[in-house]
Each structure stands twice: as C-alpha cells, then as structure tokens.
C-alpha cells in the first residue's frame, strides 16, 4: 500500500487543482503544459513519486528545483553515478570518528575499566552515523516534506534499482545498529531519467510516469522569453526557429532546451539582434 496523504498543515501550500498547478511552475519560471501540470498535480495529491523521461537537457531536473523552491521546501538531491551504492546514497558510518572514541575510551578505561557494551552503543548512535541524501528525505521538516531529487537514475545498476524500490515501498530504512528509520511523511520524489537504459517497469509501477519531450516551437519561444529576458523579440525567434530545424536534422548529440537559453545568453552578451551566418559559426559551440 502507498502511505496515506499528507494531512499536516504544511499540505495547504500544494496546488488544490491542474490550473494552480500550471500557475506554481509559472511563478517560478518554468513554462510546462497541461500535461506536465496534470501528471505534477496528481503525483503531490496521491502522494506518489513522479518518474520524468526524457532527453538530456529538455528541463527535467528544473522541474524538482522549482517545486522546492515554489513550495519553499528543502529540496534533497542524489545525483545517480553508475557505482552508486548504500553507503554514498543511504548512509555509512563515521569510521573515522569511531576509532577515535574507541581509543579516547581505552585511554578511560585504565581508571575505570573497559565497559565493551557502553563503548558499542555510543559508537554506533546516531552521532557517527553519516545521513545521505536517501535517509535524510525521511527525516521530518517543519517546513514541511522535502522535495527528494533522484536526478539521472539510469546512471545506476538494477543492483541500487532494486534498493530503491524497496526504499519507495514503505519509505523507510533499517540500519541494523540502530533499527528501523520511518518517514513520518513520505517526502515528494522526482525521479528523472534520460533513457540511456531501461528502467526496470517494477520500479516505474511505483511511479506515475511521464514523458518529457523537446518543447513545441511556440513553448520554447516563451521559455526563451521568460528565462532570457534582455534579449530581442527577432533574435528569439529566429534562434528558436534555427534549434527547432537542427532538431530534425541527425545528430549524434541533439540540443536540449538548456543549450537553447545557453546559446540565448551569449548571443545576448553579443549585443546581437538577429541572426546572421558569421554569429552563428563562431557560436555554434555554445549550443
């Protein structure tokens, strides 16, 4: 079962519909569409993790970044590597700092005797214990649930896949040493992937899922126009006309709506007004 809805007062701040949805990734500069803002507003209803698919660069991550920042919650963020294991994602033990209490103790115990079960439970409470970013989304905000970021999870193996879909289960943790680690509330997850593999369909059964794609010319007109603001109305439109052609055309790397505002930026610090083949060529290494 999916753990209940969020009843606490920090639940007031969330979108009540579609359309206050669309308006919270406005105010923070995301232009989405209806289906974004749909699929967004039913994962923070029903209390479940969102899973976004996409190419690179087409605003998946942004969409995690704006929630936090809309809703004024902590926003927690993995960065998936392949390797990616329990000790860089969950948590691990400050080993460092351990001996030292060991030893610290040994150096007691001439005057008062080694007590070995003391020593184990000091060394192993929660002060030594190292919280990453999975273990620390569990933890209660009074803020309100943080916004948990699990940004590239396609970078990882079915190994971590595997833990994680336990973890989305019940959001919880077992540490042996100190039992098990409960979510009060189950934090807003994004999980974003950029399909360099397949994603194991468990996994994503966990998840209400969408696909990002590549905006529409006129959507990425008004991104550029909202996160480029200096720049002219001809420029925008004859850059994003030029992004939206090379698109079709086949590359080995196609330019996402990150590279479009790049390119934006610097054609802006050019003082540029319109396109012409000369800015194109020596910029063209931006986008």
């Not at 126009?225 to 196609?254: C, H, M, N, T, Y």
């Amino acid at each position: 079962m999916w753990p209940a809805r969020v009843t606490t007062n920090s639940a007031t701040t969330l979108p009540q519909s579609i359309d206050a949805t669309l308006k919270l990734l406005k105010s923070g500069g995301y232009v989405g569409d209806r289906a974004l803002a749909t699929v967004l507003f039913l994962a923070l209803r029903l209390g479940r993790p969102l899973f976004l698919e996409g190419e690179a660069g087409v605003g998946k991550t942004e969409i995690a970044k704006v929630l936090a920042a809309t809703l004024g919650r902590k926003l927690i963020r993995l960065q998936c590597y392949e390797g990616l294991d329990v000790s860089s994602a969950v948590y691990e033990w400050n080993y460092a700092g351990q001996m030292m209490a060991i030893r610290l103790a040994e150096a007691e115990s001439a005057e008062t005797g080694f007590d070995k079960k003391r020593i184990e439970e000091d060394i192993f409470s929660e002060r030594f214990l190292v919280k990453r970013p999975l273990l620390q989304a569990l933890e209660p905000d009074v803020a309100g649930v943080p916004v948990l970021l699990i940004d590239e999870l396609d970078r990882t193996d079915e190994a971590f896949e595997a833990y994680l879909l336990e973890l989305l289960s019940d959001f919880q943790v077992t540490v042996p040493e100190l039992g098990l680690i409960k979510a009060p509330h189950p934090p807003i997850v994004i999980i974003t992937s950029n399909r360099t593999r397949e994603i194991h369909d468990a996994l994503k059964r966990r998840c209400l899922y969408h696909w990002l794609d590549y905006p529409s010319a006129e959507r990425e007109l008004s991104i550029v126009r909202a996160k480029s603001p200096g720049i002219g109305k001809r420029l925008a439109s004859e850059l994003v006309a030029f992004v939206q052609a090379i698109r079709k055309e086949d590359l080995f790397k196609v330019p996402g709506v990150a590279e479009t505002l790049d390119w934006a930026s610097a054609l802006a610090e050019l003082d540029a007004v319109a396109l012409d083949p000369t800015e194109v060529s020596d910029t063209l290494g931006v986008l």
